[in-house]
């Protein structure tokens, strides 16, 4: 049984950090490109970022370079979001997302809200 479950989530202050987990089970995790994805209220579903299987390569929607850092360790299948900086406008349910040719896993999603 494929699951990903996200962790780490929570209320921040502007400018504050939070470091989101996805812990993979039922699959290969190291031969899978994950992802992390975000949807705020309102508004369609938008990629963050994206690491390769290796963890060789990463890729950033322009809006998170700088603040927001994917990692990996494929040891632990887990897979990471650092993010510092964070804004109001970050605010959204963060989904983990795993990739492998045709086929596509999805966490639950987990609530990031930055208010003062």
């Known amino acids: 049984q494929v699951q990903l479950v996200e962790s780490g989530g929570g209320l921040v202050q502007p400018g504050g950090s939070l470091r989101l987990s996805c812990a993979a089970s039922?699959?290969?995790?190291?031969?899978?490109?994950m992802s992390w994805y975000r949807q705020a209220p309102g508004k369609e579903r938008e990629l963050v970022a994206t690491i390769t299987s290796t963890g060789g390569n990463t890729n950033y929607t322009d809006s998170m370079k700088g603040r927001f850092t994917i990692s990996r360790d494929n040891s632990k299948s887990t897979v990471y979001l650092q993010m510092n900086s964070l804004k109001p406008e970050d605010t959204a349910v963060y989904y983990c997302?795993?990739?492998?040719?045709?086929?596509?896993?999805w966490g639950q999603g987990i609530q990031v809200t930055v208010s003062s």
């Open positions: 039922g699959f290969a995790f190291r031969s899978y490109a």
């Open positions: 997302n795993a990739k492998f040719s045709r086929l596509s896993w």
